[in-house]
């Protein structure tokens, strides 16, 4: 399991505007494995630039962030059909597209530029420093 948490994003963005406002929706797979229980699915949805709303997989359910959002995730909550094909959405979309993700992207490592020079230390009592730099790559761990 990676230590650091993972993100990738799909973007399946739905606009409309009309007199300069702007409304979206963003779908997207949070893990840090291509195991089920490591990954979660979450459905937001924006409106200038501010979230409203959002699906989460792990909650099973939807947040309201605005008075409108409440509102919005309260209606949504009462649509088991809805709520149940959101939470099939993690096994479905997230699962399956992560499966590839980790395999294609995920799995490579890049060796690391290593860059050993000596240097005066501006104060100390010595007269030489040895340092090692080491830069690009991945995985993070060394």
Request: charged share 20%.
């Amino acid at each position: 399991m990676a230590s650091s948490f993972l993100c990738f994003t799909l973007l399946f963005i739905t606009i409309y505007t009309a007199d300069g406002f702007l409304s979206y929706g963003l779908d997207r797979c949070l893990f840090n494995s291509t195991e089920l229980n490591d990954i979660e699915y979450i459905r937001s949805d924006y409106y200038n630039k501010l979230e409203i709303f959002r699906f989460s997989s792990s909650l099973g359910k939807f947040v309201g962030y605005t008075e409108y959002g409440v509102k919005q995730a309260d209606y949504f909550n009462k649509d088991t059909a809805y709520l149940n094909t959101l939470k099939a959405s993690k096994e479905t979309y997230c699962q399956h597209n992560i499966g590839n993700w980790y395999k294609n992207i995920l799995s490579k490592s890049v060796p690391p530029t290593v860059r050993l020079y000596s240097t005066t230390p501006v104060s100390g009592h010595h007269p030489a420093m040895l340092v090692c730099r080491v830069y690009d790559f991945y995985p993070k761990q060394i």
